[in-house]
T-cell receptor
């Protein structure tokens, strides 16, 4: 909603550059992960997902990398555009449970 | 294809009052989850409904209750409102658990 991410870590990138947003997840048993984008005044928007039997998945301009050894997830955005400016959250889920645990979020600012 | 819809978009209440928020899931989805997002934080899981029953609950007091109807739509009720209940309340739907979670735009609740 309004004022999402007032005190979040911020990543500033030049338009056209690649962005990498990182996330440390909490539960080693988590086996499904999603990246969300949240713009001010809106709910989280699904970007890309990955299951624990994979370590990389690509979408349109986005790539998610999963490192289960260190419980780390990253989102790579190629050729970052002004419309990519938003707060990005990673979310984890474990089979047999029904809740998603969200990270603290990262604000991405794209500089013209 | 309608996405997740929530109503109302904004709500102002006073301490001690009760509130009901409404959600219609994405077409074809049978599972509804509710999340609370405080300012500057990631969404926190409240509970999930499936087949008209609460399937899992997060760390929220009994003042938070819900309901799912036969058409899969859902309500979130909060009794005895506290100032700390001020937040963005998000509804998310999915087809089953551990699957892509799609969010609505949320209801911004302000408790005065």
């Amino acid at each position: 909603g309004e004022n999402v991410g007032l005190h979040l870590p911020t990543l500033s990138v030049q338009e056209g550059d690649n962005s990498i947003i990182n996330c440390a997840y909490s539960n080693s048993a988590s086996d499904y992960f999603i990246w969300y984008k949240q713009e001010s005044g809106k709910g989280p928007q699904f970007i890309i997902d990955i299951r624990s039997n994979m370590d990389k998945r690509q979408g349109q301009r986005v790539t998610v990398l999963l490192n289960k050894t260190v419980k780390h997830l990253s989102l790579q955005i190629a050729a970052t555009q002004p419309g990519d400016s938003a707060v990005y959250f990673c979310a984890e889920c474990t089979s047999g449970t029904y809740k998603y645990i969200f990270g603290t979020g990262t604000r991405l600012k794209v500089l013209a | 294809d309608a996405g997740v819809t929530q109503s109302p978009t904004h709500l102002i209440k006073t301490r001690g009052q009760q509130v009901t928020l409404r959600c219609s899931p994405k077409s074809g989805h049978d599972t509804v989850s509710w999340y609370q997002q405080a300012l500057g934080q990631g969404p926190q899981f409240i509970f999930q409904y499936y087949e008209e029953e609460e399937r899992q609950r997060g760390n929220f007091p009994d003042r938070f209750s819900g309901h799912q109807f036969p058409n899969y739509s859902s309500e979130l009720n909060v009794n005895a409102l506290l100032l700390g209940d001020s937040a963005l309340y998000l509804c998310a739907s999915s087809l089953g658990s551990n699957e892509k979670l799609f969010f609505g735009s949320g209801t911004q609740l302000s408790v005065l």
